[in-house]
């Protein structure tokens, strides 16, 4: 009764989404990104619901090894947001078990300062010192010609995004941090699908660091509704990471599965009483930021459409380019480097010779066209760092001349798969009607 009861509810659940999907093509603002899903998702929503174990499960099992396979490492972590995989992966390294490589207070760590702050924050937080400098345009990523005068003997880590789903360069970037002896965070929350020839080879984006970090926000190129990752292939950074993760605890034994190492009573650690049930045990100051089944249900279906919209975003990427061109005395359009296969997350414009961004802006947004800035631009800038503005609890390295004129003059628009050539055109008609205004 109980399996013909199921069937129906998600045969039911199929009819639903059909009409949900053409309702949400319907829409007629044109948004800088969006869900795009069929049945499948949602069957697989429902059917999560259905069993209700809620909290990490066999879908969160599936979902993790489909997305380390998919990135090309050997481990995936599921978590709460990409932002708590940024504060995940940066806790991992100052961890004690690294010895003289691990991140202490007043540690220094290179950035750019065009960057999400979520990137920056945990820097911040565990007191290391953020490095700043500045990124290049049209590809608005770390000007690596500035890394070696951001070294200094306090350098522990490089951490930096992959801006808008093109890949900074790898090479430079991974070859500095080996003849230096740094970590690299890959920060891939912009970038999944995105491709870069490294080491005479071509590989994921998200697979070159030590740790990289992922998010699935319904803005992202696939989603989990809220919901992130942080992944690696060292195993010794991957027993911190896991531990991390869920609440710093010493035993690794899978949620709901109670003694699978079948030690759960028989260790014994200096300052506990002997055979101190190791399910609580805590090792390391840790968090709770692990994510739900749910939401690895949706991220197995998404990931099954990663490739195709992938492809969709870059054609869309190059279809507003070529629309673009016949103004491109008043912009800057984007590149890629020759070794970079993006995956875009967003259309990137920056005006020329100081252009009224407000104004251009404005305008798109009055006509139904969704826009963003390129996050914080000069992230220095903001309130934020007002409390410690003028202090040595971060540095800056040279100008920061991009950074500022991104904050003044670019702004971004979507190339997701949900937009068709009809919003496209719109797209580019507006922007090109608000520049000759």
């Known amino acids: 009764m109980e399996s013909r009861l199921k069937e129906r509810i998600l045969e039911l659940t199929k009819e639903y989404a059909k009409e949900k999907v053409k309702e949400s093509k319907e829409d007629e603002k044109i948004r800088y990104a969006g869900r795009v899903f069929d049945e499948k998702e949602l069957c697989n929503l429902v059917d999560a619901s259905l069993e209700f174990w809620l909290t990490e499960g066999r879908y969160t099992a599936e979902f993790e090894s489909k997305l380390a396979s998919t990135i090309g490492v050997k481990y995936a972590n599921f978590v709460n ?37 979520t990137t920056i924050s945990p820097i911040i937080q565990y007191g290391a010192i953020p490095v700043f400098v500045d990124v290049t345009i049209p590809e608005y990523n770390i000007n690596t010609d500035m890394l070696d005068a951001a070294l200094s ?22 070859d500095f941090c080996r003849q230096n002896g740094l970590w690299l965070i890959e920060d891939n929350c912009d970038a999944l699908g995105a491709q870069y020839y490294i080491d005479g080879e071509w590989k994921m984006t998200g697979s070159v660091g030590d740790i990289s970090t992922n998010s699935f926000y319904p803005a992202h190129h696939i989603t989990t509704g809220e919901g992130g990752a942080v992944c690696t292939s060292n195993p010794e950074l991957q027993k911190i990471i896991r531990s991390l993760r869920d609440w710093g ?9 109670d003694n699978s190492c079948g030690h759960r009573f028989d260790k014994k650690w200096e300052f506990l009483p002997e055979g101190y049930d190791h399910k609580y045990v805590y090792s390391r100051f840790g968090y709770n930021l692990k994510a739900t089944d749910l939401q690895a249900a949706i991220g197995v279906s998404q990931l099954d459409k990663l490739p195709e919209f992938v492809e969709k975003r870059r054609e869309n990427h190059k279809y507003l380019k070529e629309m673009l061109e016949r ?15 993006p995956s875009w997350f967003g259309f990137v ?61 670019t702004f971004w628009v979507g190339v997701y798969p949900g937009l068709d050539k009809e919003k496209l055109d719109k797209i580019g008609e507006t922007i090109i009607d608000a520049l000759k205004r």
Not at 366 to 393: V, W
């Open 327 to 341: 103004v491109s005395y008043k912009i800057i359009l984007p590149e890629h480097l020759c070794e970079a296969k």
């Open 81 to 117: 947001s990409g932002s708590s995989a940024d504060l995940l992966a940066f806790s991992a390294l100052t961890s004690y078990e690294l010895g003289d490589r691990r991140i202490k207070r007043g540690d220094e760590v290179i950035t750019v300062a065009c960057s999400f702050p």
């Open 349 to 409: 414009v920056t005006l020329k010779d100081g252009g009224e961004k407000n104004k251009v802006v404005s305008y798109l947004e009055g006509n139904g066209i969704q826009t963003r800035s390129l996050f914080a631009g000069n992230i220095i800038s903001h309130p934020c760092f007002d409390p410690i503005r003028k202090t040595d609890l971060y540095r800056v390295v040279g100008e920061l001349t991009e950074s500022d004129k991104i904050m003044n003059d």
């Open 153 to 174: 003997s306090k350098t522990k880590a490089v951490m930096i995004a992959h801006t808008l789903g093109n890949p900074f360069n790898l090479q430079a970037v991974k």
């Open 249 to 257: 605890r010493d035993c690794a034994c899978p949620s709901g599965r």
